[in-house]
């Protein structure tokens, strides 16, 4: 079942890249207490979400940041090297927006946003969204209809229904 705004964020554990290498994240202690914006891309360095996706959260990083966002991260079903190669690309690291592997797709299940496009190659993807989380709970929920597209999902559509 796909999760919908009330609902509570599902327990999952997220990686991204320390010091020392791969760290676990568990989105739940992300989230706790805190206001922050998650949106997920089907895949790192794919042409939508290389270029405009991300950049429309850089973009838009301090908009959010006047409305209370403590944090904005973006998940792609992607391994730790990766994210954080994409991170550094795209400018999101060093803008301060937290970049972090789903690579078992188990966050992007449990939100119901997993989809499967052979042809292109894309197995065990997340669909593309963004959402403002407080405290756990999704208070808005904006979602793409086709994989291809960035525009309820992008960061000036989401900070518009802040």
């Known amino acids: 079942m796909t999760i919908s705004v009330g609902d ?10 320390g010091e020392a290498g791969p760290e ?3 989105i739940a202690d992300l989230v706790k207490g805190r206001k922050v914006v998650v949106f997920a891309v089907p895949g790192a360095f794919t042409p939508t979400c290389h ?4 950049p429309s959260f850089i973009r838009t990083k301090d908009g959010f940041a006047e409305k209370g966002v403590d944090e904005i991260i973006c998940i792609s079903v992607n391994d730790p ?15 301060g927006i937290t970049m972090l592997g789903d690579a078992q ?10 989809f499967d496009a052979p042809p ?3 197995i065990a993807r997340s669909k593309r969204y963004a959402m403002l989380v407080e405290d756990g709970i999704v ?3 904006q979602q793409e209809e086709a994989p291809g597209v960035c525009e309820v999902s992008g960061g000036e559509a989401l900070l518009a229904s802040v």
């Not at 270029?51 to 991300?54: E, L, N, T």
């Not at 797709?105 to 997993?114: E, H, I, L, N």
Request: charged fraction near 15%.
């Open 24 to 26: 676990a994240v568990e």
């Open 105 to 114: 797709s188990a966050f992007t299940k449990a939100m119901g946003m997993d």
């Open 8 to 17: 509570a964020l599902p327990a999952a554990t997220l990686v991204k890249m």
């Open 120 to 122: 292109a190659g894309l």
């Open 51 to 54: 270029s405009a996706h991300v």
């Open 81 to 95: 090297f990766v994210v954080k190669a994409w991170g550094e690309a795209t400018g999101a690291s060093e803008a």
């Open 139 to 141: 208070k808005v929920l």
